[in-house]
């Protein structure tokens, strides 16, 4: 399958300083890919959808302002965790669906375990 | 009511059984399904896609999709321990081509040796 490779799999960091996570698609090109994220034993939230040349699109209750996206390219979109605190703690999730073969599948990066302390 | 329902679990089994994994969902427009595995701190690894009604197979997993009654199932046989993990459902409608899917909550496995 597709690959969707996602930097870095774990970061600490201190509360009040801001994070960026990178997606990239490998092998395929991805004018829209998906940020979630995941508290334990819980199933994905999508927080927002990152759209290649244009503005990303929030999920209701998501603050565009603290969880910066761009997209700036066809194979990257990168998540930025701004002014981070100790509740923006989580595993972070990147996906991009493969339309080459026209049937859409979604592959995931390897995900993000954020620390804030 | 959420669009998907799974069943959170957790469910354990001897090793060697037959594990069926199932979702029930809401709206008749979704036509794509899929299963990801979930290991523990990894991101999701898709196992199964299919698309309207019917079977797939593909070595020890079987996706089952049932229209008519809004259900899905995965079965996995000759269950292994590597087998344990988290079980997701997703899908989503055929309009939305690249577009985003709906999960289910996810069911934990524990398959014991």
């Known amino acids: 399958g597709a690959v969707v490779s996602q930097h870095p799999s774990w970061v600490i960091c201190k509360s009040g300083t801001s994070v960026k996570i990178e997606c990239r698609s490998l092998?395929?090109?991805?004018?829209?890919m998906f940020w979630y994220r995941q508290f334990p034993k819980q199933s994905l939230m999508l927080m927002a959808t990152s759209n290649e040349g244009s503005k990303a699109t929030y999920e209701q209750g998501v603050e565009k302002d603290k969880f910066l996206i761009n997209h700036a390219s066809l194979t990257l979109s990168t998540l930025t965790v701004t002014s981070a605190h100790p509740e923006d703690s989580s595993f972070y999730i990147c996906?991009?669906?493969?339309?080459?073969?026209?049937?859409?599948?979604?592959?995931f990066g390897q995900g993000t375990r954020l620390t804030v302390v | 009511q959420k669009e998907v329902e799974q069943d959170p679990g957790p469910l354990s089994v001897p090793e060697g059984a037959i594990v069926s994994l199932n979702c029930t969902y809401s709206?008749?427009?979704?036509?794509?399904f899929m299963w990801y595995r979930q290991y523990s701190r990894k991101g999701p690894e898709l196992l199964m896609y299919t698309y309207s009604s019917g079977n797939k197979e593909d070595g020890r997993f079987t996706a089952q999709v049932d229209k008519s009654s809004k259900y899905i199932s995965l079965f996995i046989r000759d269950s292994q321990p590597s087998d344990s993990a988290t079980y997701l459902c997703a899908m989503r409608p055929i309009y939305n081509q690249g577009g985003k899917l709906i999960f289910g909550q996810g069911t934990e496995l524990s398959v014991k040796p």
């Open positions: 709206n008749s427009a979704f036509q794509y």
């Open positions: 996906s991009a669906p493969d339309m080459r073969k026209g049937n859409t599948e979604a592959f």
């Open positions: 092998d395929f090109q991805a004018t829209t």
